[in-house]
């Protein structure tokens, strides 16, 4: 009986010794001591495959649980491989605090960066523009149409099953018109982007302005002890020729980092549009083919010097200055219920119009210890201001093409607008054992003013027009404060709250009404995440957010311009901001595979609608506050990355969306869309020297807000080939090649239907040249701007 006793507990004894678990844990952090929040540690087998995973929390920290053994520890945050060593575990392992930088030397080896093209993260994605073939070579417009999850459509801007969204540059929103933005993003050329972040849940810190979330555009900044330069030129031909030529400086020694870039080029489009409107005894068909130049010119500089060991000081400057000309010859025939002609309406339009833009940052970060406490403050100036002229003139004609006598009209309206922000900004970040706690302040002022002058031209000389012409100032204060805990509650459970309270004070005043228009208000605008980490390949998250839409500055402006007797635009003084509140469900299996799960609830949605009058035929296009709205809907992409030569993301969306009216002009509506997309990277030769990359996007007909949008199809496809040890790297693309984004649009109007067919000629061939010189060794310092929402509502 003994020796069995005996027997059975050796027996057990060496069980336990083969499956005993120790524990690998360690603490993350950057040359400034402060912890890296979703790091990456790894355990790979002597084979190299994957055994163990785990995320750093917010503090930096980490813990793998492994059997007795040999492995490749990994070490990797951002996507750049840190640490690449072996490690034999045979007990619980302390690593202590493992400090990482761009170029780190461990146990006496340099480990070489290597960047992943998509990082998933709690809150956001990120994607290295930089390892993309598809979007280098472009401007930063091409890079957001490859970037996962976002939407490029007819110069609007949206994040797949989220809508429209405000697009941010290193941290500061840029609210410009649709129109405005395209052609500045047109302007920075994509070999100057590092990344681009599309946030779905931004948290505390970030100001509440933006719908469903945000798009940060993340540029390269300063190199560690090196200096580096590149060169580039692009040519794209579309129904007419376009080109730019651009330059990027980057410098950083000791405590002194210079950056600088310049971008000049022109832009030539021919849009075409064919709008419809069916009145109770007449079709209006208009067709409006534009021709359109942009002479576009950008300019970038930042300087950032270490005055002490824990003071550290920058300036940015970022200018924008465009010139834009269109013509247009808008004929609109009309039609009788027999499908007979009655008439047309021939107009002549020339416009212009030169948005300018200055922004300048000071920045100082004050660290206070060596566990990562600091301060940031942050001054800012932005100066918005674009002159505005436009001259028509036309005529009514009767089928038999005779002018209609007494129908000639004509007109020259100029607009000039100027804009004034001043804002600052403290953030104070403390990060404690127990938690990550970081709180802060924003105050800002900005001053618009706007001066129509409207002249009546029937008669060949031009005549004040008084009624029509105004002069409109608008005021606004906002003070916000913020608060954010990030805390680790066990292995597996973590969570963060947030909370930022905003108030905000309007005045607006028009001259020719004579009227002031007052607003005064504070809101709340919660956070909170919670994250479950089953195990090492399974994350499951919990997300709300309180968003705010404010109205634009020009939406708030009451002036009436005519382009035509029978159409004219209007502000509304008395638009109100959009709450948004966001749910959101995720669930990610081996950082390849994201699902989320959405639900979007908007109070006094509002946008600019045309409202058709059935009585006179007269459209009135102005933004109004007509619904409240839901959406609810699923999300999903798979990473796959198998082989070393291919990198695709296959993913998908499907949402479900209630418009409810709270105005007769406008019913209440409901439906679905769908949209999939594959976005694909290929590596043709093992010196990597040649890669194709191939982009596809397909919406499905369904409906969008109160519009029913048919089927629409995007393929773009770009070789990309590196010469000259890699430093001279020529792309060729083509965009649009089904010629196929034509979508047919159809929504009701007080009861009478508009149908719109627009092409944006997006159908594009494309050469890129760009050489890169300089000393190599790369290190990025970044530093964000302060104040991002003002800058992003000037029009």
Known sequence: MNRIILVSILFLFQINAFSQQFSLKGKIINQNKMPLEFATATLLKLDRTLYKQASTDSLGNFTLNAAKGNYQLIIEQFGTEFSNKSILIDQNIDLGNLEIKEQIQLDGVTVKSRKKLVEQKVDRLIFNVENSVVATGGTALDALKSTPTVRVQNETISIVGKGEVLVMIDDRLNKMTQEDLSAFLRSIPADNIKSIEVITTPPAKYEAEGNSGLINIKLKT??????????????????????????????????????ASINKGKDHFCTTSDNRIYYPNEVWKQDITTKSKTNILSIGFGADYKLTEKWTSGIKYLGSFNDRNAVNNPLTTRYNTSGEINSYILSDVNSENKPKMNSINWNNVFGLNNEGKNITVDLDYFNYQKDDSRTFSGNEIDNQNENIPETYFAAINSNLNRLKNYSAKIDFSFPYSWANISFGGKGFYTNTKNNLTVFDNETGTPILNSNFSNIFTYKEYNEALYFSANKKLTEKWETQIGLRAEATQTEGYSENLNQTNKNNYIKLFPTAYVTY????????????????????????????????????????????????????????????????????????????????????????????????????????????????????????????????????????????????????????????????????????????????????????????????????????????????????????????????????????????????????????????????EERNRAN
């Open 222 to 259: 300063a190199k560690a002890n090196s200096w580096s330069a590149n060169l580039g030129s692009t040519y794209v031909q579309r129904s007419y020729a376009s080109e730019n030529i651009n330059g990027l400086f980057l410098y950083n020694y000791n405590k002194l980092s210079l950056q």
């Open 533 to 788: 980490n089953a195990n090492d390949n399974n994350s499951y998250s919990l997300n709300y957010s309180r968003r705010i839409r404010r109205p634009d500055f020009d939406y708030l402006n009451p002036f009436v311009i005519r382009t035509s007797p029978f159409y004219y635009s209007e502000g509304n003084p008395f638009l109100k901001p959009s709450i948004i509140d966001n749910f959101e469900f995720s669930y990610i299996r081996n950082q390849k595979w994201v699902n989320n799960v959405y639900f979007s609830q908007v109070s006094d949605f509002g946008q600019e609608l045309a409202i058709i009058d059935p009585e006179t035929n007269i459209t009135k296009s102005t933004p109004i506050n007509y619904a409240d709205t839901f959406q609810i809907g699923l999300s999903t992409y798979y990473n796959f990355n198998k082989y070393s030569w291919w990198n695709s993301f296959i993913g998908f969306n499907l949402n479900y969306q209630n418009v409810k009216s709270k105005t007769n002009l406008i019913a209440s509506v409901n439906g679905y869309n769908g949209y999939i997309y594959s976005n694909n990277d290929f590596t043709v030769n093992q010196s990597k020297t040649l890669f194709i990359g191939l982009n596809y996007g397909l919406q499905l007909p369904g409906r969008y807000q109160v519009f029913n949008i048919s089927t629409l199809n995007i393929l773009d496809v770009s070789v990309k080939f590196l010469a000259l040890k890699k430093n001279l790297s020529i792309t060729l693309t083509g965009e649009d090649l089904l010629n196929a984004q034509k979508p047919l649009i159809s929504y009701y109007s007080n009861g009478i239907k508009n149908t719109m067919e627009n092409y944006r000629d997006s159908r594009a061939f494309k050469i890129a040249l760009s050489y890169k010189f300089g000393n190599r060794s790369v290190k990025t310092n970044e530093r964000n701007f302060g104040n991002e």
